[in-house]
């Protein structure tokens, strides 16, 4: 499934048109781009594509895979890079997965809470979550509804062991990625709304290769870019 070949020079100039776009953007929407955070989503594409990328300044990686991660970190993460889990996580997996990574982007129920809490507790970490909303109710996706996020947020707070460091969403695939600003407003707005001053939720992680625009647009603080920088995934 991992291409063996990696276009190190092609990855490097995929950085730079990305970090110029997100500049763009952000100034266009009166936003620094120093607030928006690329996570390179590394998933599919062989280490050498994270050593790459690292080379070309990235240090925020996203992975979706904790099996195919623990592959492609036997020889450890370049220096001062960040890990990401983006995607769903089986409870059954959190403790190899907490082991590796910085931050988990998924979290959407409380049994899920209820692990992580444990395991994090049990080697004294504080980790990073983000609680992954299901903003457009699609069936077929990860995340909470909006409803239920209070209640979840709730239940990660009640733990030390946890920070809620922010909210997740995966926009729908729409043929004009503007059409996808409904949903990363609401995104924003529910965080407006859960957000306290002791837990400000600070982390929006919102928007891909094709809708980060509309993402930074719309207030991301992470976005999560795989094939823009890495290539298709074939
Ligand atoms: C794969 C993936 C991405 C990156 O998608 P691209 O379209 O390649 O940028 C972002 N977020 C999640 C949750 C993913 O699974």
Redesign the pocket.
Known sequence: MTRTTVDAHQIAANVERLRARVADVAETHGRSPADITV?A?S?THPREAIDAAWSAGVRDF?E?RVQELREKIREPMPDGSRLHL??QLQTNKVRDALRLVDVV??VDRERLVDVLAREAERIALRLDVLLQVNIAREAQKGGCTPDDAGEILALIKAHSSLNAAGL?T?APNVDDPEDTRPTFRALRLLRDRLATPDVPLTML?M????D?PAAIAEGATHI???????G??G
């Open positions: 996570i989503v998933k996203g979706s983006i995607g982007h998924a997740m995966i992680s928007g891909m290769s094709n980060f999560r870019v795989g094939s823009a920088i890495f298709s995934r």
